[in-house]
């Protein structure tokens, strides 16, 4: 009898043990905060600073280069010297042209008095007109002859002077295309200036993307060492032909601003975006995808609890996706385990896990 009052006595605990649910879980929830964007990046572009306005210059005569003042990088001032040739050549050739402008000059002199010597047998009625005019006709010869002797002269020592490869305006070195001791001949590149007043952005855009630039195409420049040194910039030229090599297009672009650091020859990048439509970058990790639409799980901030929500998708990588819709700048979305939430669920937001 004892053991038969005992067995319903167990049955009536485990009942009561059964009624009682254990509280669900309260699950952890990596999370990204919705960002908008309002522009579609097209590529990012490495370049360089360099100089709107470049000039080559060139010996305007042919030699040997004896020496070279300055190295790649100086600043140099408009007038100074470069560069200069062995000047034998033009020396000789001004001696020479000198030599024959001192012959004429005596053989005018000669010109001249016979010419007054004539004038006067002939004013005093003993002389010929025949004489006069000979005597006169020289004269105008040789006064001819020391004007041309008089122009050798002046060529010559503008030869002479064109042995010193000048600097047409204050600008920096850039490069140089010839060494102390190579002969050069007339008009051969020899070094290269830059104005360093004016600078701009030079990188080589794809041949796709530059014969298709959207409409507002926005270029932001900036420093490859510091991308916080930047600027906004605009196309001032692109090449007409692309590359045969590498079948891109040369772009300048002209900069908005010049800050201090965009030295000419660093080195910077350059992001190329087009304004669009509101739209939001979250990771793959974060989309659900069923037999419904794709969706999202938004978490709730004042009920800790999560709620699925569709969404557009735009475009999809590897690592992220696209959306246009669905959801609004600031929402939560729980970017990691979402195939394992149910609406309504709670979650603890961990702030060290927050993305």
Known sequence: MRRLWVMPLAAAMLVGCSEKQPPEPIRPALYVVARPELAQDLGRFAGNIEARYESTLGFRVPGRI???????GTVVKQGDILANLDPTDQQNQLRSAQGDLAKVQAQLINAKANARRQQELFDRGVGAQAQLDTAQAD?????????????????????????????DHDAVITQWQAEAGQVVSIGQEVVTLARPEIKEAVIDLPGPLAEALPKGIEFRVAGQLDPNINTSAHIREIAPQADSATRTRRTRLTLDSTPAAFRLGSSVSVTVSSPTAEHFQLPLTAIQETDGPPRVWIIDTATQTVSPRDIT????????VLLSGGIKAGDMVVSAGVHSLTPGQKVRLDKESSQ
């Open 139 to 167: 004269l105008k010869t040789t006064q001819a002859s020391m004007q041309q002797a008089q122009a050798a002269v002046n060529q010559a020592q503008d030869q002479l002077s064109y042995c010193n490869l000048r600097a």
């Open 313 to 320: 998708v735009l475009r999809r990588t590897t690592k992220s």
């Open 66 to 72: 004896v020496r070279r003042y300055y190295d790649v």
